[in-house]
């Protein structure tokens, strides 16, 4: 049983109509960009499949967004949405690059009995990954087993192994 959200807060929006922007991406910030304070890395749980490529065929949307100054009060972790300008510049390295123009912060469910919400459990399992490890890590789904009061946090690391962290549910720590 799910404890009712916090409706989703809009953290920064442009000067401009929010009819004129444009959904960029909806994801999971995943960890804090070296050397740019002013930019979150945002990546899809979603995956899209490229297997005629002779690839790799799990693909997952990732982007950097620049231009958001107040992603102080985005945590790692934390679900958010990112819109662009239409017409704005989406440079196609991996992860993509591009401006944001409005940010949101979605639904950050804490099931009855937890004492954390899903965005703190997710941090802590992307905190005990290597730092300085290389990729994009994606965060496939988090789960909290009231029995055991611990989150099971299953995702991609950088080099695309499945991993299940477990993360125990207490603040604080």
Same mark, same amino acid.
Not at 46 to 72: I, R, V
Not at 148 to 170: C, F, N, P, S
């Given at each position: 049983? =799910?404890?009712?959200?916090? &409706? &989703?807060?809009?953290?920064? @929006?442009?000067?401009?109509?929010?009819?004129?922007?444009?959904? #960029?991406?909806?994801?999971?910030?995943?960890?804090?960009?070296?050397? =740019?304070?002013?930019?979150?890395?945002?990546?899809?749980?979603?995956?899209?499949?490229?297997?005629?490529?002779? +690839?790799?065929?799990? !693909? !997952? /949307?990732?982007?950097?967004?620049? #231009?958001?100054?107040?992603?102080? /009060?985005?945590?790692?972790?934390? =679900?958010?949405?990112?819109?662009?300008?239409?017409?704005?510049?989406?440079?196609?390295? !991996?992860?993509?690059?591009?401006?944001?123009? $409005?940010?949101?912060?979605l639904e950050d469910p804490r099931p +009855?009995?937890? +004492?954390?919400?899903?965005?703190? @459990?997710?941090?802590?399992?992307?905190?005990? %990954?290597?730092? #300085?490890?290389?990729?994009?890590?994606?965060?496939?789904?988090?789960? !909290?087993?009231?029995?055991? /009061?611990?989150?099971?946090?299953? %995702?991609?690391?950088?080099? $695309?192994?499945? %991993?299940?962290?477990?993360?125990?549910?207490? %603040?604080?720590?």
């Open positions: 049983m =799910h404890r009712p959200a916090d &409706p &989703p807060c809009i953290i920064r @929006a442009a000067d401009k109509s929010e009819r004129r922007t444009r959904l #960029g991406l909806r994801g999971q910030r995943v960890r804090d960009p070296d050397g =740019h304070p002013e930019g979150i890395l945002v990546v899809s749980p979603e995956k899209e499949d490229f297997g005629d490529n002779g +690839e790799d065929d799990a !693909y !997952y /949307d990732a982007t950097f967004f620049s #231009g958001a100054p107040e992603t102080a /009060d985005i945590r790692v972790g934390m =679900h958010v949405g990112v819109w662009m300008e239409p017409g704005s510049t989406v440079m196609t390295s !991996y992860p993509a690059q591009a401006a944001a123009a $409005r940010i949101e912060i +009855e009995g937890a +004492e954390l919400a899903q965005s703190r @459990a997710v941090e802590r399992a992307l905190d005990s %990954l290597k730092k #300085g490890s290389s990729g994009v890590p994606v965060v496939q789904e988090a789960m !909290y087993d009231e029995a055991r /009061d611990a989150w099971t946090v299953k %995702l991609l690391d950088g080099e $695309r192994r499945r %991993l299940a962290i477990e993360v125990q549910d207490e %603040l604080g720590k």
